[in-house]
């Protein structure tokens, strides 16, 4: 297969993604909502009962808002990860994912192609969500919003490599809504997406400990320094090998002969 065949199966593949995306106007509608709740009533909540309107994350003070908006940009990508991962199941059961594997390209191609496919749709609601927070003053250095573009991409690869591996473990649509809550909410509490693991640390250690081998922390960072035009490499190079493990695991778990996807579902 040459070159050419290659992108234009993967622009196939990503033209897929953003129709039905397009298409699903709740599913942006909600990806919009959830942290803009968060942004605008937490944030209050937080100043009101702390009596506090600012923070000192690092060597600087900052508004909350400003603060815990790479976090709800990470809750963003890892929603739509998860969101991904539901398409994945529905595709199975409805057996388009059948048609999907059986074309000539390899496997792990494909998969590779409907994770980027998801990354830039995650890209579209962030930046959506960057252009309302900026409407409420909630603003970043200008070129924060140039600098973040790589390190969305490294985490939203990341988080969209873990809901593509645990769409090899997920049997049923029913059983989705139960393995996204125990994996989105500890993953996004047990962060630095809220507070500075420094912070955390002086309430418990072993909470200090969970958040730093959280791999969502490492994505939070990322987003956190390039917003200011800064390369946080330790917690990149992290969640870029995270995402890299991911996708290894969710590439085996695919496999027919091999994989989850076989013992749970039936080749496919």
């Known amino acids: 297969m040459s070159l050419s065949g290659y992108l234009r199966c993967l622009q196939g593949i990503i033209v897929r993604e953003m129709l039905r995306f397009l298409h699903q106007r709740e599913r942006f509608i909600a990806a919009l909502v959830r942290p803009l709740v968060w942004l605008l009533v937490f944030a209050a909540g937080f100043r009101a009962a702390l009596g506090v309107s600012i923070i000192p994350p690092y060597e600087t003070y900052i508004t909350y808002e400003v603060y ?15 969101q991904s991962s539901l398409s994945m199941v529905y595709d199975r059961e409805m057996g388009s994912m ?7 390209m390899p496997r792990w191609f494909l998969l590779t192609a409907k994770l980027l496919a998801g990354t830039v749709v995650s890209l579209v609601q ?10 409420f003053e ?4 200008p070129i ?11 985490s939203g690869l990341m988080l969209g490599a873990l809901g593509l591996l645990l769409s090899t473990a997920i049997r049923q649509l029913e059983n989705f809504a139960g393995i996204m809550n125990f994996v989105i909410f500890p993953m996004f509490f047990l962060s630095s997406a809220l507070y500075p693991i420094w912070k955390i640390g002086e309430s418990s250690e072993l909470l200090r400990t969970i958040c730093e081998l959280n791999p969502f922390t490492y994505a939070v960072e990322t987003i956190r320094f390039a917003l200011y035009g800064q390369w946080e490499t330790t917690a990149m190079v992290i969640a870029l090998a995270t995402g890299l493990s991911f996708l290894v695991l969710a590439i085996y778990g695919y496999n027919p002969a091999r994989g989850m996807v076989r013992r749970s579902a039936g080749p496919q």
């Open 68 to 82: 815990i908006t790479p976090g709800l940009i990470g809750m963003i990508q890892l929603f739509n990860g998860m």
């Open 98 to 104: 059948r048609v999907l594997m059986t074309s000539p």
């Open 126 to 135: 962030v930046y959506a969500f960057l252009a309302i927070a900026y409407l």
């Open 138 to 141: 909630i603003e970043m250095p």
């Open 144 to 154: 924060g919003y140039i600098a973040v573009l790589p390190a969305l991409l490294v």
